[in-house]
């Protein structure tokens, strides 16, 4: 599936089960985006604020928490500063709200009353909240070893858990399956999913002034916030309300690196690679299936792919934690990402996020303390 079919909001409406298009093409939604800044800025904090930019077409279908609006705090890194969005604070504690309001709405819309999705745990935990303030059934397929804390999660906001044993493609693929049966509320191929989590760009660009920033590290696994952030910034270039994207980095494991390894090779399509343990469960897919995009976009900026070692995880980790920042060993992949990208950078504004709660990774964490 490496193509792209442009579809539009109304052509993806009359759709039921279809997660992917004509001859297996991975769908994008063509959506134009307004921006009426003077209205925005009167509008409750919270994502829902860009509603003209958001591809719901009523009101009374939109499930939210009032979700978004996270803060925004400068952060030490040594000798250097960076900008850190909150992410950890959604209500499912990722994220991974911002897609599943969007996508769960356009479901809600579409009345449909159960479906099916496969996750390593945030995106799993967010759909499972926002399908039950909706009122639709949910299963979740997950790996055998995802956390407790967060199966405890789905399962206390009535999502039924399907655990597969081998790899996190071996989940997607029985989520797959399932899929011919019921609605596949897909984080990694719905194209509303990402028409969610581009509210972060339009969040950062408001809270810097309505300015873009120099660069963006973001996580690099499935690659919703990664691909969301180059449709927010190109909404808002297409807008004029900014004029020049910013770079996006990438960060992924060095245990599970196949956009990285691409990106050195100087490939178009993800490279084979053997996943390994890693304590960033959360971006170790080996192979993403919109790995082809991902590279496209980090091009398409001007960015680049970092990868991080276990040791530098974990040290990572340890100096949030140090600082008060409670957040789970994938958000903490993405920081000793930072850290490397700011060894490099100069005079730029910088912005990344912690994308996890530590409090979903409570098992993980206390097994690190002893270390």
């Not at 690196?257 to 897919?285: D, N, R, Y």
């Not at 994938?330 to 060894?343: E, F, N, P």
């Amino acid at each position: 599936m490496n193509f792209k079919e442009q579809v539009t909001h109304e052509q993806l409406d009359a759709a039921y089960a279809n997660y992917v298009g004509r001859n297996g093409y991975l769908l994008d939604l063509e959506f134009e985006a307004g921006f009426p800044i003077s209205a925005i800025e009167k509008r409750k904090p919270n994502l829902w604020r860009y509603r003209e930019a958001l591809p719901v077409l009523y009101d009374a279908d939109i499930v939210s928490f009032d979700e978004g609006f996270t803060p925004l705090l400068e952060v030490s890194f040594s000798n250097k500063k960076a900008l850190i969005k909150q992410e950890q604070l959604f209500a499912t504690g990722s994220y991974k709200d911002r897609g599943a309001t969007v996508m769960m709405s356009h479901v809600n819309h579409l009345k449909i009353k159960k479906v099916v999705q496969d996750s390593s745990g945030n995106a799993g935990c967010a759909v499972a909240a926002y399908a039950a303030r909706a009122g639709i059934a949910c299963d979740i397929y997950v790996p055998e070893d995802t956390a407790e804390a967060k199966l405890a999660q789905m399962e206390w906001n009535g999502a039924k858990i399907i655990k597969i044993k081998g790899s996190r493609e071996a989940t997607a693929a029985a989520a797959l399956k399932a899929a011919s049966l019921h609605y596949y509320a897909s984080h990694c191929y719905h194209p509303f999913f990402m028409h969610g989590t581009k509210t972060f760009a339009y969040e950062v660009c408001e809270q810097l002034g309505w300015k873009a920033p120099d660069a963006l590290v973001l996580p690099a696994g499935n690659g919703t916030l990664l691909l969301g952030c180059h449709i927010g910034f190109h909404d808002l270039l297409k807008a004029g309300i900014i004029h020049q994207m910013p770079k996006l980095v990438a960060v992924q494991s060095a245990n599970c690196a196949p956009l990285a390894k691409a990106f050195e090779l100087k490939q178009t399509q993800p490279a084979a690679v053997t996943s390994l343990h890693t304590l960033a469960e959360g971006i170790a897919i080996a192979a993403p299936v919109r790995g082809a995009q991902m590279l496209s976009a980090v091009n398409e900026s001007k960015g680049q792919f970092i990868t991080v070692t276990e040791d530098e995880i974990i040290d990572a980790l340890r100096e949030m934690l140090g600082q008060g920042f409670y957040i789970e060993p994938t958000s903490a992949a993405t920081i000793a990402g930072l850290k490397k990208y700011l060894l490099r950078s100069e005079n730029e504004t910088v912005v990344s996020l912690f994308s996890g709660h530590g409090l979903k990774s409570t098992e993980k964490l206390l097994k690190l303390r002893q270390l």
